[in-house]
């Protein structure tokens, strides 16, 4: 049976959010990395560049396997075992760490992603079984620069942040967040206390706090266009290198 998509302008730009220059750049990663190698059985059925498309389709769209199948003229499984072998290596690169001398204002904030896998989520306060993603980015670029690992949903942002590696990642930044992250070292906003109304100054600070940090609801809701990130149905690891993959597909679309 033959497919319908291949890794054509048009089927690229109308399906990945990405131009075709910034997805050749993503194949290009993706081969350095060794996503060209066999996957342990038979030989790939699909050159490289249509197997990047078919995960790049899978994490913008959500389609299940049996939906994607006949649009590359594929089995289901053999759509399964793609994305098994290259979501991992569309993960986002690590960053450079901040230069001594070198004054780097970053953002973090959570977000809680929709999750099937009761291992990886929990119930949250979206009354679903979520999972809570934390993402660093670049104020002045506003490209993501570290992502952690998923936590469950019911827990504080404070606690996931300090569980995970971002910190370390986040070494010799001024890091800006909200107000749940209070004693975890980050800049946060002033906090009114009862009986003891802010100063002016502390609420003019506040305010430009929150125009600054706005910076990070505004990646969260361009990621969110990969529909993976509204419900995933992944297992495992399976959010994680998601999360990784869209961070870095953001970041392509942004600068290349």
Known sequence: MGGVLRAEPVWVETLTGLRVRQFEGLVRVVRERGGNGPGGGRPWCLPLADRVLLVAVY??????????APLFGISPATVCRIVRRLGPLLALEAADRPRPGVERLWIVDGTLVPVRDRTVGASSRNYRFSANVQVV??????????????????????????????????????????GAYLDTGLVVPHRRRAGRPLLRAQEEDNAEHRRVRARVEHTFARMKNYKILRDCRQKGDGLHHAVQAVAHMHNLARTA
């Open 59 to 68: 994490y913008r769209t959500n389609l299940t396997m049996r939906q994607l």
């Open 137 to 178: 980015i670049d104020a002045d670029t506003r490209l993501v620069v570290a992502t952690a690992r998923p936590a469950p949903g019911n827990k504080a942002d404070a606690h996931v942040w300090r569980a995970s590696d971002l910190p370390a990642a986040c070494a010799g930044a001024t890091v800006l967040a909200d």
